[in-house]
Structures are given as C-alpha cells and as structure tokens.
C-alpha cells in the first residue's frame, strides 16, 4: 500500500470520526421525534436526504454480500458521512436536529461501528481531553515567542523566524501555520 493511499484512509476516517461525533453532541434529548419517511425522490430536503443515506445502507449491506467488497463498502460509508454531515449541518429545528442526530448515530454505529468495527466507543470520544500540565508552564514563552516569530515573518526576517521555530521545537513545541493563525502542540 502507498503512502498516499494511507493518507487518504486516515483522512477518511477522519471525517468519519468527526461525523460520528457531531452527531453524538448533537443529541440533545433521549426522545426524538419521528422523522419523514425517507424518499429520493421527495421534494423535502429532509426526506431526500434520509433517502440517500437508506441508499448508501441498502449498497452498504450488497457490497459486503458480494464476497465482502470492503472497498465498496467504504465508499458507501463514506457517502453516507457527506450526507449525514450535510443533515447534521442543516438549519433544521431542535427537535428535528435531534431526531437527524440520533438517526446519524444508529447509523454511523450499525455499519461503521458494528460491521466494520472502526468506531470508538462514544465515550471515549466524547470524553474531555486532559490538558498536559506541560501546556500550562510554557504557555506564556509560546504565546511571546509566536508573536516575535509573526513579526519576523511580517519584517520578511526569514532567519529571525526560523530561529524563533527552532527555539520552540528545542522546548518541544510543533507549530502548524494555518489561515487563523499558528497553532501549538507539545510534541
């Protein structure tokens, strides 16, 4: 396997995660409401789009009769993340929302979870990520030298710069350039 093919499998798996746990935040109450009936071909956004994620169970479920076609099962999988990502997105009201996000839920855990077995457990998930006692002791030197290291860059004082992210790495800080802004993580 190539390491761009790896790259892609991280990515979308990735996405999936991410799906997965916009749609367990999203479930604000254990009680949803009934959603339309799912329908390709309705007109109501909502039914459609249920419509389509049915679609992708239903060639979910053929391609793993078919000899266990992983491949086109993922791909099945995949297209139901885009169109529950597309749901959980939508500007639906709150019991509605609630409904999708549960919907999302039981999906994402019957085909990717329980099938494929590449979901971790919501709780795990959804648990608060420790904050590293590190992070807090260099936080203030971080944050000054990534202002120093802006301004170089803005000065186009390239060696300044390089400098200052050589510094940061000999304290064990990765930074990764983005359009808000450098973001910092202990390594």
């Not at 389509?52 to 479920?61: I, N, S, T, V």
Request: charged share 30%; aromatic share 4%; glycine share 6%.
């Amino acid at each position: 396997m190539n390491e761009a093919l790896l790259h892609d499998a991280e990515r979308n798996h990735g996405r999936l995660i991410e799906a997965y746990a916009k749609a367990l935040r999203g479930r604000t109450s254990d009680h949803p409401v009934a959603l339309p009936h799912p329908d390709v071909a309705s007109q109501d956004p909502l039914s459609k789009s249920l419509g389509l994620m049915e679609r992708m169970a239903e060639g979910f479920a053929l391609a793993m009769d078919d000899d266990f076609n992983s491949r086109e099962a993922i791909a099945k999988v995949l297209g139901g993340v885009r169109e529950a990502t597309r749901l959980l997105d939508a500007d639906l009201d709150e019991a509605d929302a609630n409904a999708v996000a549960h919907h999302c839920v039981a999906w994402f855990e019957e085909l990717a979870g329980d099938v494929l077995g590449v979901l971790p457990s919501p709780d795990v998930l959804l648990a608060e990520p420790e904050e590293d006692p590190r992070r807090a002791e260099v936080a203030d030197e971080v944050e000054s030298l990534l202002l120093q290291r802006g301004e170089a860059r803005a000065a186009k004082d390239w060696p300044a710069a390089d400098a200052i992210r050589d510094r940061l790495a000999a304290m064990g800080v990765e930074v990764t350039d983005t359009s808000e802004g450098p973001v910092w993580t202990l390594t």
